[in-house]
């Protein structure tokens, strides 16, 4: 009921209560009734509605004194003597109930100021009323809510909160407090909870003591709470991050009494007793007068700090430490105590003293070498890293020469010469062939006579650029040679060794007597067998040289006692591996050969061998690499191909098949670049492995494309694989993009089906898959784009759903069809979805932009264009993202189109991305103004925009209300 209506019930009222009391008091003096009259009338009128109080008895005393005049024919003394004190106490009434208005208007306006929800609870009917701001805070209006109980109150408070709040309460009713205050979580209407401060108490009881009314308030503490909650996970989060630092930490006040200690501090000092509150000297009351000192400093302001301090222990112990001590400041910005940062680094020097040790002994090492030893590049010059002494020794030179000059013509005078072994060296080194990289009896000379041979040896870094050279001064070797060919009459026997040592020189030569037992044993030998030459010297061959084959792991027979049983050379298997006396396996190839004397009488065995361990090593990772994909670590094409031809027998049948392809990947790599691409294909081959882990092979055949092999299975079995694979790549997220695949199969089922027509069936069904589900995958992807790319960068959000509405109100303006409005909406929203490829610091900077950085910025409408245009839902938007930034003068990017070759929607989303871009505050410029911006759109007509459809826009759009603001 609204006041008009309690309005005319107070008359209907009083005049009953007219009647009643005319009657009632019939006999009574005139006056006294009409009195009593009107003061009911005032009365209820005050009650019901006191505005209309004056009007009601005015005309009622206007009514009394005429009546009294033409009825006692004398001037109406009475009557006006009582019309004018009901007039008084009218006004009084009036003026109290005024007040009274004004007061509680006054505290509805503070209630609404402070944006504090108030409630009041009728305990006995259960009613609950409320303000406007109390439902608002939880997203309801009041009528949303009505009607409001104790019910509605329970069904949106957090059930453990409720129980509380239900305690307090009662101890309110009780009487065990006189207030109710607590902090509860409520259900807001979207569905997440906020915190608020519920106060109350109660304001009304009844005689016998009990609650009637209760009045309180609701306050928002979301934000105060979460604010509280961060500052507690921060809390703990420093807490955690000092108690697992290296360093102790100790903060103190400015009187050097404790106030934080960490761990590691007490830790450090062997400290076992609570020193919150003590005085630093008080813990350590021999500390020295330097530290006292650095205390006082850093309570004057210094930071001092040391690298390698030492500390004495009470026992007497010598610590190493790295120390800093800095005042901390308190929010005033005084000084209010220091901290003391210390780490015991005895481990640290320990190991950097060793680390210098083992570095001098490894110089010392490589520098007394007999053998040169460099590191260095080839390509496209020769380029020192390291040389040692003896390297520029050997080839009669200095390492200064070496490092500053072209190393063929420090090395080789002869120029002719110097071209044939340069040219021969980087062709051996370009084969990749570490038994081409062997250069033997390379003659150095000086004025044009040969004054030495020497051998040389390239080995390849891992992953890197660079060689180690090796070179040997092979001179005595070959000076003995030539002197042994000159003796060979002398000693037959002699040059039988000899040369079988020669052409061993670089690898493990162990030589015997015709019983088996070693009489020779070099130091290369040693080396791979890990034996000294005084422990094999006279023991039989057999008793040290363990050897067996890698793949079968069985003994391999004596090839010395081969020998000495057939009298021929022999070679060891290609799988020999040698069994060293430390247990280690070493793969090694060479041959044994018969010594005989000059009656051809067989008197030992020479043995050559050399470990290539790390040859093979580097043979199978080749062989790996061609075998398998180099990205994902899967089979590759050509496996796959073997493979499947390989399974194509009885035993197999019937043979399965999946192809399978990875959706959106161009999209991905357009937008992301190829290193986000690259962690999609290893992300989706790792669900590919686990799902089919050794039930089947997968392979990677080509870009996007994989394949799994499954024999004697069935389509029931490769159905539930590719669920099963669906299933696991769809749990991966990369860039808010839900990864996906398209999968077909096939079986082949015996003999006679063509693996051809197979892999074609199997093909034909993935694409079939890719066109129904690809479509839906590639829109997906560019939703998770855009998303990407607003939730990184906030303005990108705001600017492109505002460009979008603005295009569509021109549009409107145009008269466009709806299809045509929503296209251009989503035009505008996505215009700028390129933006995803550009660097964060580009379209971060708040200054100007480089003219390079602009080109770079520029390419986000190609960008744009070949993501849109790769989705069948958004390529119709492909053409707008390309050209909204052509200007209509034909100097705009990126194809310079001129006037109306411009299509329209994209000379409407040019000038709806200038407008909104220019309204809107940037890092490095205010927002200009309505009219300012109008006033640059007018300036720039004919050039930059559409002249037509910028009088559109001022005229028709920017007129409307929502474009005033």
């Not at 939880?138 to 957090?158: A, R």
């Not at 997440?192 to 009304?204: A, L």
């Not at 590049?377 to 072209?406: H, M, Q, R």
Request: charged fraction near 30%; aromatic fraction near 10%.
């Amino acid at each position: 009921m609204n006041e008009k209506q309690y309005g005319w019930l107070g008359i209907i009222i009083g005049t009953f209560m007219l009647l009643m009391l005319f009657v009632y008091n019939i006999k009574e003096d005139y006056h006294i009734i009409v009195a009593q009259l009107l003061l009911v009338q005032i009365i209820i009128g005050v009650i019901f509605y006191y505005k209309w109080v004056m009007p009601i008895t005015i005309i009622l005393i206007i009514a009394h004194v005429s009546y009294d005049a033409i009825t006692l024919e004398t001037f109406p003394v009475d009557a006006v003597f009582t019309s004018v004190i009901q007039l008084g106490v009218m006004f009084l009434l009036i003026y109290v109930l005024h007040l009274r208005k004004n007061l509680s208007k006054r505290l509805n306006n503070i209630i609404e100021a402070t944006r504090i929800g108030s409630w009041e609870w009728n305990l006995k009917t259960n009613e609950v009323i409320v303000n406007d701001r109390w439902a608002e805070m939880l997203g309801y209006t009041k009528e949303e809510l009505n009607p409001i109980t104790s019910k509605t109150w329970e069904s949106l408070t957090y059930k453990t909160d409720l129980d509380k709040s239900n305690e307090q309460i009662q101890k309110v009713f009780n009487k065990e407090q006189e207030y109710y205050d607590i902090e509860v979580k409520m259900k807001h209407k979207d569905g997440h909870y906020i915190w608020v401060n519920d106060r109350g108490k109660v304001t009304e009881w009844d005689k016998s003591g009990r609650p009637v009314l209760m009045s309180g308030t609701h306050t928002d503490i979301t934000d105060k709470r979460n604010l509280k909650d961060k500052i507690l996970y921060y809390h703990n989060l420093m807490d955690y991050v000092i108690d697992h630092m290296n360093s102790g930490i100790a903060v103190h006040d400015k009187d050097l009494n404790y106030i934080y200690v960490s761990k590691h501090y007490l830790e450090q000092y062997n400290i076992k007793e609570d020193i919150i509150g003590k005085h630093h000297y008080d813990v350590f009351p021999d500390l020295p007068q330097k530290w006292r000192d650095v205390h006082q400093k850093a309570l004057k302001g210094e930071v001092l700090s040391a690298d390698r301090d030492e500390w004495i222990r009470e026992d007497g112990e010598r610590e190493i430490t790295r120390w800093e001590c800095r005042p901390w400041y308190d929010e005033f910005g005084e000084i209010g105590g220091i901290i003391v940062y210390t780490e015991i680094i005895n481990d640290f020097i320990k190991i950097e003293e060793e680390l210098k040790k083992s570095k001098e002994l490894l110089q010392a090492v490589m520098d007394n070498l007999p053998i040169g030893i460099a590191v260095n590049s080839v390509k496209p010059e020769v380029n020192f890293e390291y040389i040692n002494d003896n390297f520029a020794k050997i080839y009669n030179t200095t390492i200064k020469a070496l490092k500053e000059g072209d190393f063929a013509e420090v090395v080789y005078e002869d120029e002719k010469f110097r071209k044939e072994i340069k040219k021969k060296i980087l062709a051996d080194i370009a084969s990749n062939n570490p038994d081409k990289m062997v250069w033997k009896d390379i003659p150095i000379t000086k004025n044009g006579k040969v004054v030495k041979y020497v051998t040389a040896y390239n080995t390849p870094l891992p992953n890197r650029d660079l060689y180690i050279s090796t070179v040997i001064d092979d001179t005595l070797r070959k000076k003995l040679e030539q002197s042994l060919e000159e003796s060979a009459k002398e000693s037959f026997i002699q040059k039988e060794k000899i040369e079988a040592t020669l052409l061993a020189i670089g690898d493990a030569v162990i030589s015997t007597d015709e019983f088996g037992k070693i009489n020779a044993f070099n130091d290369i030998a040693s080396e791979v067998t890990g034996f000294s030459k005084a422990e094999v010297k006279g023991k039989l061959f057999s008793d040290i040289f363990n050897i067996h084959n890698e793949t079968t792991k069985k003994e391999i027979p004596c090839p010395v006692k081969r020998v000495l049983e057939t009298g021929k050379t022999i070679h060891l298997e290609n799988h020999t591996v040698l069994v060293t006396k430390t247990k280690e396996h070493k793969i090694i190839e060479d041959s044994a050969a018969p010594i005989r004397n000059q009656a051809g009488k067989l008197i030992g065995v020479i043995l050559v061998f050399r470990d290539v361990t790390e040859k093979k090593q580097k043979q199978r990772e080749i062989e790996f690499l061609s075998l398998h994909d180099y990205l994902t670590g899967l089979y590759n094409r050509r496996f796959f191909t073997e493979k499947f031809a390989s399974l194509d027998s009885f035993e197999h049948y019937p043979l399965g098949v999946m192809m399978i392809d990875v959706n959106g990947l161009k999209i991905i790599n357009d937008a992301y670049g190829h290193e986000v691409g690259d962690l999609v294909l290893k992300e989706s081959a790792k669900s590919m492995m686990k799902v089919i882990n050794d039930r089947g092979i997968v392979s990677r055949i080509g870009g996007d494309e994989f394949t799994v092999i499954v024999d004697n299975t069935s389509v029931e079995e490769l159905e539930n694989l590719k669920e099963k694979i669906n299933l696991e790549i769809s749990n991966h997220k990369i860039q808010n993009i839900t990864l996906s695949v398209s999968i077909g199969y096939a079986l082949k089922q015996d003999k006679d089906d063509d693996i051809s027509e197979v892999l074609k069936t199997a093909e034909n069904i993935m694409y079939k898959f890719k066109l129904a589900d690809g479509a839906s995958a590639r829109n997906h992807t560019i939703q998770a784009i855009l998303k990407t790319l607003t939730d990184k960068h906030a303005l990108e959000r705001t600017h492109s759903e505002r460009v979008g509405k603005i295009s569509k109100a021109i549009g409107k303006a145009l008269k466009m069809h709806r299809d045509e409005l929503t296209e251009l909406e989503m035009s505008g929203l996505f215009h700028d979805i390129g933006k995803i490829s550009i660097p964060d610091k580009i379209l971060n900077k708040p200054g100007k932009l480089t003219k390079e950085e602009y080109e770079i910025i520029k390419e986000h409408t190609r960008n744009g264009y070949m993501i849109l245009r790769a989705a069948d839902e958004y390529s119709e938007l492909a053409e707008n993202a390309l050209l909204h930034h052509e200007h209509f003068d034909g100097k705009g990017y990126p194809e310079g189109l001129k006037g109306e070759d411009i299509p329209l929607q994209a000379r409407i989303i040019c000038i709806a991305d200038a407008y909104e871009a220019m309204t809107s505050n940037r890092p490095y410029r205010d927002a200009l103004s309505v009219e300012q911006a109008k006033e640059e759109l007018i300036k720039y007509k004919g050039t930059q925009f559409d002249p037509k459809l910028v009088d559109i826009f001022i005229n028709k759009v920017l007129t409307k209300s929502e474009f005033l603001d």
